[in-house]
């Protein structure tokens, strides 16, 4: 038996995480393929499978595509493999989900994760959920945000004060926008 | 810049170089007076700062262990970081939000004016508002704040809309864009702000007042300053007269330093102030430098926060523009009527995607959870600072069992809060709620007590030496070439963001020290 070699260098690949980019995803302007692939490091592809599953009933959005949450699971799993403990917390907090997790139904997903809730395994994954997937790019375009602004000269001259549907601010309880 | 040597016994070494001791560094350096300047943290830029939420979060902020206790939410929501301050050039004047309201003529008799108050450890300042008026005059003059000294305010944001419309629904009267050390336009050879929302990142343009790029290279600017990056001082040393004689340090390569010191002013912000007094206990002071009174770590102030979000049908784009640039003062009053004493401020606040719904929101995951921040396009956002009443069992103390890099206990933070403080921050939530569901918000959201960014009060000045640590001139009561020059010097927290004040007081300080030293008293 042959164990592929990660291209960067001597890191054994232990599983992959595949999946097809949506047809309008901001990701799909940039990448050569529709179809994504992160190579793991430490965890297999079913363990990985698990904790993708874990992290969308974490932070369930339904039309937010797989590839944004397979961002945390590259983390993690780029993560372990520096740290034995934590790839141990991992492996484990998978194996105790269980193979039927994928698949099982939300309300299910969800009961299996409030046992464990406790556990440094769930804290743990949920802040770096939270952490990760709100800083992908998919996640700035999907929510709308638009992230810092020095490089294109802050928000002044781009909308900073484009809000209508209210009264505006009279200006002695305001002030001047310099260049207007 | 200087080079002093660490053999010259003729210096002011300062410790810390934020708003207290970077201001203090270049008020003493001007008037000719030889200062090292110890920063525990690196030397950023406005090119270095990062505008990666994440990443920027870990060049700016503390993170050296704290432990603590108590019933306040950080224990639960936050427990290896009880506060969020910053380890850099700066100190938290890189990021903060630039809010420079000034404390109440009344919150300086908060002890005469809410009488006794049961649990509470109130004293009055030994310093009245009227002798600080002028120097609130100056600090603001230097930190170019808006809306006062014939500055214009700053431009109302999306956000601001938002809090203006619901605050004058309810009838509050006194509602603006706030008093800001953030530029409108150009001034003192710093630009002007672009709304650009990164305040907390450290801000690009400098139109944020900072000590980093005003206070200190002006205090290079004069020959007369050492400022010495990445110096964790670890104690100070004093002779056989009580007098202090110098600072022990490590530096940048973790080697022990020592630095010989005609005054020192310890500057380390309300945490690591009252830390490195206790850390350099000796057989003549078994409690700690200054401790004569224990107060040294008591009555650790906080203000009351707290986050409130509304989302709307409609969008906001909340995070477009300065930060903070919104008040409501009409709660800044004591009306024991309401249920509290003291008062608390309305201002305005956003957060990046990653922080809203890591520290911004109530702990949660799922449906529920997610759906709200589904709504961030349409988002507006609120946050709460009341004065919090200092208690002598609320303190800073050396953890007995954590140590840091150099072997050291680490800062112990206990908080248990005030009946005083939950009716306060009731009352603030419940207001705060009605202000956006009077102009149609879809839903509002509390978040928990997040960590500490204003820090206060644990070596407070007080009139009698019994009450406090320090004097009205901040010099220590037991030991007159030790001064406290930081938020740790208020006697009581006010319910204004610490800035400004400690900005004033650190002026008012330097003139103190300038005259005894000109007069040979130091």
Not at chain 2, 223 to 237: K, P, Q, S, V
Not at chain 2, 368 to 389: K, P, Q, V
Request: net charge neutral.
């Amino acid at each position: 038996m042959t164990i592929p070699i990660d291209r960067r260098g001597f890191l054994h690949k232990t599983g992959i995480l595949t999946g097809v980019l949506a047809a309008g995803s901001p990701l799909a302007l940039l990448a050569p393929s529709r179809a994504w692939a992160v190579d793991l490091t430490s965890l297999t592809s079913a363990e990985a499978a698990t904790l993708l599953a874990a992290a969308r009933t974490i932070a369930p959005h339904d039309k937010l595509e797989d590839a944004a949450y397979a961002f945390v699971i590259r983390s993690l799993d780029s993560a372990a493999a520096k740290d034995e403990a934590l790839r141990k917390q991992l492996k484990e907090g998978a194996a105790n989900l269980g193979a039927g997790f994928v698949a099982a139904p939300e309300n299910e997903r969800v009961a299996a994760l409030r046992k464990v809730e406790a556990t440094p395994f769930f804290q743990n994954l949920r802040v770096q959920t939270l952490q990760v997937l709100y800083s992908t790019p998919l996640a700035y375009a999907y929510f709308g945000y638009e992230g810092e602004a020095f490089s294109k000269g802050g928000y002044l001259q781009r909308g900073f004060n484009d809000l209508r549907w209210l009264p505006e601010v009279p200006p002695a309880d305001s002030g001047p926008v310099l260049g207007v | 810049m200087a080079r002093i040597e660490q053999t010259d016994d003729g210096a002011v070494v300062i410790i810390g170089s934020g708003a207290g001791g970077g201001t203090l560094a270049h008020e003493l350096t001007r008037r000719g007076i030889k200062v090292v300047l110890l920063e525990a943290g690196q030397r950023q830029s406005l090119a270095s700062f990062s505008q990666n939420p994440g990443e920027a979060f870990g060049q700016l902020t503390w993170l050296d262990p704290r432990t603590q206790s108590g019933t306040w939410d950080p224990v639960k929501t936050s427990p290896t970081l009880p506060v969020w301050i910053a380890k850099t050039v700066g100190g938290t004047t890189v990021h903060w939000t630039g809010a420079t309201p000034r404390i109440r003529p009344w919150e300086f008799r908060s002890r005469s004016t809410y009488g006794e108050v049961q649990g509470a450890s109130l004293i009055d300042w030994p310093i009245s508002y009227d002798e600080m008026k002028g120097y609130y005059q100056l600090a603001e003059r230097r930190m170019v704040v808006s809306r006062r000294n014939g500055n214009p305010g700053l431009p109302a944001s999306n956000n601001f809309k938002v809090m203006y419309a619901g605050a004058q629904k309810i009838g509050y009267k006194q509602v603006h864009t706030g008093y800001m050390a953030i530029n409108t336009r150009p001034a003192d050879g710093r630009a002007f702000c672009i709304q650009q929302g990164f305040c907390v990142q450290g801000c690009k343009t400098g139109a944020k007042w900072s000590t980093l790029y005003t206070e200190i290279p002006r205090a290079e600017a004069t020959g007369n300053l050492d400022l010495r990056t990445r110096c964790m001082a670890t104690r100070i040393e004093h002779g056989a007269d009580g007098k202090v004689t110098g600072v022990l340090y490590r530096d940048s390569a973790g080697h022990e330093q020592r630095q010989r010191a005609r005054v020192v002013c310890v500057a380390g912000n309300a945490i690591e102030t009252p830390r490195l007094l206790l850390l350099s206990e000796s057989a003549k002071f078994p409690y700690g430098l200054a401790n004569s009174s224990g107060h040294v770590g008591r009555n650790y102030c906080h203000h009351i926060n707290g986050f409130i979000w509304a989302t709307f049908d409609e969008p906001v784009h909340f995070w477009r523009g300065a930060v903070l640039a919104g008040l409501v003062e009409d709660e800044t009053v004591n009306e024991p009527k309401r249920g509290f004493f003291g008062g608390y401020h309305f201002e305005l606040i956003a957060l990046d995607l990653p922080t809203l719904p890591l520290v911004g929101m109530p702990y949660g995951w799922g449906r529920d959870f997610a759906s709200f921040i589904d709504d961030y396009r349409n988002m507006a956002g609120l946050f709460i600072n009341g004065e919090d009443l200092p208690q002598a069992s609320n303190r800073i103390t050396l953890d007995d069992k954590v140590k840091d890099a150099n072997g050291l206990p680490v800062a112990h933070v206990h908080v248990d809060e005030h009946p005083n403080d939950k009716a306060m921050r009731q009352h603030a939530r419940m207001q705060g709620k009605k202000m956006y569901e009077a102009i149609g918000a879809k839903r509002v959201v509390l978040s928990p007590t997040t960590p500490a960014t204003h820090n206060m009060c644990t070596a407070r000045m007080s009139a009698r030496p019994e009450d406090g640590v320090a004097n009205a001139h901040g010099q220590t009561h037991d030991i007159p070439n030790l001064f406290i020059s930081d938020g740790s010097a208020f006697t009581s927290p006010g319910s204004a963001n610490p800035t400004l004040t400690i900005v004033a007081l650190a002026l008012r300080q330097a003139d103190f020290i300038g005259k005894q030293m000109a007069a040979r008293a130091l």
